[in-house]
């Protein structure tokens, strides 16, 4: 594992990221809305740190209703909004909004949008959300933008109930920042926590906040190994095994919902041109269900975001008793978790060759096309990095700096045959060591090496 620290390692990370100039290619974006004033709710150009923004039925708020982490907050009413007047020239990957209800307001709801048009035309971040809560919670926007946006904030339910919105933070597309941290303190080591520097990548998408595993490569001759960046989930994608080698994905309460399960199984269009393209009747007759690897269920905000998960570069090959055994089992449980204020972070795979389904082993399927080849792994493999729901802390970076030796890890490796569908997923608890050597992937490395050495080696419940 390579890159946290405990909470007291945050301020120093998050004041260095503002020290960058916010507004140049692969710094950090934030706005605190603490630099100017807004009384009213007429519509106006505020002129805030950031640069000009619109407010419509939204003022700028400093009374003690007001829910804030400063001493200001914006507070939208009706069907306001404020927009952005200027673009952020360095893209973006993950976009965080704090978000509560107005005094004792009833809950409302509210939208992201944003624009790479200069203002001319928006597209919707995301799903509507909800605020309930009068303290701020945190709202993760996942997106691969590289280039110019702009972004814009919709309260969507015309009522008389407001909202409070504070401390927008803009990750950008694909950037690096090096900057001088404390390195985390492992509880009861007496020894002082020594100075060291580290280099934090800013990674394309929030889903890889904890690396890239295999170094994947959005690159046409990089076909096993084929990076791929969607705004659900990455993936590693392997073009001669028509399965992808793991899959990343982040998912908190936001990502949850109730839109259907859409079982649009597809082909996916955003392969090379000439590349083969894996169909849901490559699977026909094998004895293997089509496994997701990121769930339909940590996909149901939306139809959209719940479709994506039915792409063919997000299956692989496993048995029945294993996908609706011990793998729904940890799929339905990390849920349980996300649904008490926890966040994930996880990454899934497989490896080996040959399984035994419901029409016996299999190393590889053809389907009734008989052409593309589906290699059978012999076992999948997920690991679970397990998070509170953070604090008033400001950037998805914050989630790094919170994972400390004591952070809980769960790992398993699942054989992939029949036989086991009774069984819960405990049974395959392993290490993450005991995966990267199975893989010869580097896991979570994106934390301090001796963090990564301190959670890789344990086997946690």
């Excluded at 928006?122 to 009068?134: C, N, V």
């Excluded at 110019?148 to 339910?157: Q, T």
């Excluded at 994608?237 to 982040?250: E, F």
């Excluded at 496994?291 to 905000?301: I, K, N, T």
């Amino acid at each position: 594992m390579r890159i946290s620290s405990p909470l007291s390692f945050f301020p120093i990370l998050f004041s260095s990221i503002l020290l960058l100039n916010f507004c140049s290619p692969k710094m950090a974006f934030k706005e605190d809305f603490e630099t100017d004033k807004k009384s009213s709710y007429e519509a106006e150009t505020v002129k805030l740190a950031s640069g000009d923004w619109v407010f419509q039925d939204a003022l700028v708020g400093s009374t003690d209703e007001d829910h804030k982490l400063g001493k200001q907050a914006v507070r939208i009413r009706n069907q306001g909004k404020i927009t952005m007047n200027f673009d952020l020239p360095a893209g973006a990957s993950s976009i965080t909004v704090r978000h509560a209800t107005y005094g004792k307001d009833e809950s409302s709801d509210w939208e992201l949008w944003y624009s790479v048009t200069k203002g001319k035309s928006w597209k919707q971040a995301g799903q509507k959300l909800t605020s309930t809560s009068t303290t701020l919670k945190k709202a993760i926007f996942s997106l691969v933008i590289n280039g110019n946006i702009r972004l814009e904030i919709r309260k969507v339910s015309g009522t008389k109930d407001r909202l409070n919105f504070d401390d927008i933070v803009v990750e950008p597309f694909g950037s690096t920042a090096t900057l001088e941290t404390n390195a985390p303190n492992i509880p009861a080591t007496p020894t002082p926590v020594p100075t060291v520097k580290k280099t934090v990548g800013n990674p394309a998408s929030i889903h890889l906040l904890l690396g890239n595993p295999s170094k994947a490569i959005a690159g046409e001759k990089n076909p096993d190994n084929y990076l791929m960046l969607k705004p659900q989930y990455a993936l590693s994608y392997n073009r001669a095994k028509g399965i992808p080698n793991w899959v990343s994905w982040y998912v908190n309460s936001t990502w949850l919902g109730t839109a259907d399960r859409q079982n649009d199984f597809r082909p996916d269009k955003d392969l090379p041109a000439g590349w083969p393209r894996i169909t849901p009747t490559d699977y026909t007759g094998g004895g293997f269900d089509r496994g997701h690897v990121c769930p339909s269920a940590d996909r149901q905000s939306t139809e959209e975001n719940n479709s994506a998960t039915f792409l063919m570069t997000n299956m692989i090959p496993q048995s029945p008793d294993n996908n609706q055994g011990p793998w729904e089992k940890l799929e339905a449980y990390s849920r349980r978790l996300v649904e008490k204020n926890i966040e994930l972070y996880i990454i899934a795979g497989n490896y080996g060759t040959g399984g035994t389904g419901s029409n016996g082993f299999r190393k590889e399927l053809k389907g009734k096309r008989n052409a593309v080849r589906v290699v059978v792994p012999s076992h999948t493999w997920k690991v679970v990095v397990v998070l509170p729901e953070a604090g008033n802390n400001g950037t998805p970076l914050d989630d790094l700096s919170r994972i400390n030796a004591n952070t809980r890890v769960i790992a398993i490796d699942v054989p992939n045959v029949q036989g086991i569908k009774q069984d819960y997923w405990t049974k395959y608890l392993t290490s993450v060591d005991a995966i990267e050597k199975a893989t010869g992937y580097d896991l979570l490395s994106n934390l301090p090496k001796n963090i990564q050495d301190a959670l890789e080696s344990k086997v946690s419940k």
